[in-house]
């Protein structure tokens, strides 16, 4: 049996009923029963991006652009968002707030949160049609990702959230207000959430809600060490509550949200590391688990592709203004932040999945 984020508390929930039910347990991105709470969800998202902003310190490239405290830099730029700086580009700070979770959140973006951060501090002209470009064109990308028919349910969601994964007793909307406010990086879910608790008609919790199973089949339990969805802290729960025989806990460095896919490595056509660990898991459940792969683990730089810098950006450098040569940038125009908030916050709920 698999289960990834949410997933993980089905498979933990099965064995709890089921006992010997599976022959073995993969647990992928573990949300820890009584610990991980959507009502804390908005506050998970600071402890990554410092964590990010202290890689970024100790790379050549984002630290000689960042300095030695790349943390504070992004923390000094929320505070002059707030007083008023580079209005130019048409966001509050409650709008960057709200977009910017998703560059801790999504692998792929992450080497561009402090390039834009970087830009949008300065704010040149040129820096302005960039951001502006880069928004439009993450824009038109999220909008292409999110067609066809749609998978989930919206209200089956929240109504898993507030009748389990919400704290007890729960939070006040001024209390989830307050968390928000508090954070550089809030994707407000738990905000906008809250609201609803009161009236929303929650089923009731079962004799296994909050629990752990005392099934004793083999499990390998895995989480990105740089996974604001299911934190590390909370995930690595799992290792003192599953001690029976032939239970692994693999903390995986750089990796997101679903390890099994958000592990890459370096060799070439190898499959993300987390898979590797889950392929000879599956051939030996009761055989230790081999995770030479974290030493093959992509970690994570800030030397981007040049295609990727050239379409997302419009430029030929994440960082500088450089004279020629260029490439074709879209005409400068209002940037809908509405939208990119809107379209970034769902994505990172299909993310979430």
Known sequence: MYGVSYGTTRALRFLQAHPGGADAVILDSVASPGA?????????????????????????????????????????????LTAGH???????????????PLFVQARSL?????PLAYRIDRCEPADVEVVGHYMQ???????????GEPRSSV???????????????????????????????CPREAQALGPLYEAWPRYPHDRFWSGWPTSTVPILAMNGQLDPQTPIGLAELSADRLTAPHRTFVAVPWSSHG????SPVKTAGAAPCGTQMMAGFIAAPEAPIDTTCLDDLVPVTWDEDPAVIEVLFGATDMWENKA????????????????VARLARDTARWLGR
């Open 324 to 339: 020629s040569p260029a490439p074709e940038r879209r005409a400068a125009a209002p940037i809908d932040w509405a939208a």
């Open 110 to 114: 992450r080497a561009h949160l402090f």
């Open 137 to 147: 064109t993450l824009l038109d990308l999220l909008s292409q990702t999110g067609g």
């Open 259 to 262: 390890v099994a896919f958000e």
């Open 86 to 100: 580079c209005a130019q580009l048409g966001a509050d700070v409650a709008l960057f707030a709200s977009v910017a």
């Open 155 to 185: 209200i089956l969601g929240t109504h898993v959230a507030l009748s389990e994964l919400w704290e007890e007793p729960a939070p006040t909307p001024a209390e989830l207000q307050a968390r928000c406010d508090a954070q550089r990086f």
């Open 36 to 80: 991980q709470y959507l009502s804390r969800y908005d506050t998970q998202f600071d402890p990554v991006a410092r964590d990010l902003s202290e890689v970024c310190a100790a790379d050549p490239v984002c630290g000689a652009k960042l300095g030695p405290e790349p943390w504070a830099k992004l923390d000094a730029l929320f505070g002059k």
